[in-house]
């Protein structure tokens, strides 16, 4: 059979068996939503909408039997999805809103979902992230000559931004490099916003969650923000281009920085501390969505 008619059963049988309006609640849909699932990865569609619909129905089933970890793995490949096909963090917001588990979709689940949802966005945001500082680190590595080529160092001055736009999903009022400086100096005085109108709790409860227990998680990541933010300046190609030994020295720093704080994002992101915050500033998020709309 050839590949496309493959693909063509599988994204049909997904939508019969799992994804249909017509399935009633009271079906039981793991056993067929994980074969449409297998049979989605067997045609290779693993980066399509219909594959992070399903990912998004077998969180919702396991939302609902209260298993918010099992739920949260499932929501992330949606995730996934969403932020490997958008450029910005608005066009981001607008293909989870499609999947139903932004705005409105995400306030419409139960207090489980949201924390399962909570919780895979901030593990995403920061995988993603990862994935550009690693490739950014790579690019000087295997590129003796990388530090004075205009190609690498736009491609690596793009990685910087990108990673910026992404960790706007793990910590509040974050996407752009005039933003640094307020970030790296809130992550060295402990301190969270006040008031923050872009309600942004979730990144808000993974900054308090960085900062409980003194074990230098906060300095790790002030080291980290800082360090990406002098990668982007001395990278940009410009009137004001570095020289090459601060690139070196950028990159270098970087490096550092990027291990040592990527050392401790997955205990901070799978922690108690976490759950905690989340479960008491998730409310906030409908709450506010509420009262804007009754404007």
């Known amino acids: 059979m050839a590949q496309n008619a493959v693909q063509a059963n599988a994204a049909a049988l997904a939508e019969r068996v799992c994804l249909s309006p017509d399935i009633s609640d009271g079906s039981d849909r793991e056993g067929p939503c994980k074969k449409a699932l297998i049979a989605l990865e067997s045609a290779g569609l693993q980066q399509t909408l219909v594959h992070a619909r399903v990912q998004q129905s077998l969180g919702h089933i396991w939302a609902d039997r209260g298993k918010a970890e099992v739920a949260a793995s499932h929501y992330q490949s949606a ?15 607008e293909q989870l809103a499609d999947l139903e588990i932004g705005s ?49 160092l736009n491609s690596t001055n793009f990685a910087a931004r990108q990673m910026m736009v992404l960790l706007g999903g793990l910590f509040p009022q974050f996407n752009r490099p005039m933003d640094v400086p307020l970030l790296v100096s809130r992550l060295v005085s402990k301190s969270v916003p006040a008031d923050d109108e872009f309600v942004q709790e979730p990144q808000i409860a993974f900054m308090e969650a960085l900062f409980a227990g003194d ?78 709309a009754s404007k």
Do not use: N
């Open 215 to 292: 074990r230098g998680h906060d300095a790790a990541a002030a080291q980290f923000i800082d360090a990406l933010g002098r990668l982007e300046d001395a990278t940009y190609v410009g009137e004001d281009d570095a020289d090459e030994d601060e690139r070196a020295e950028a990159i270098t720093k970087f490096a550092a920085a990027h291990a040592a704080f990527r050392a401790v994002v997955p205990e901070v992101l799978t922690s108690r501390q976490l759950d905690l915050a989340l479960q008491k500033r998730l409310p906030a998020v409908c709450f506010a969505g509420t009262e804007e």
């Open 79 to 93: 995730i996934a999805f969403a932020l490997s096909s958008s450029i910005t963090r608005g066009e981001r917001y």
């Open 104 to 152: 409105a979709g995400f306030c419409a689940r139960s207090p489980v979902a949201r924390l399962a949802i909570a919780m895979a966005d901030l593990r995403q945001s920061w995988q993603a992230s990862d994935d550009f500082a690693t490739a950014a680190i790579q690019s000087f590595a295997l590129d003796p000559g990388a530090k004075t080529a205009p190609a690498t």
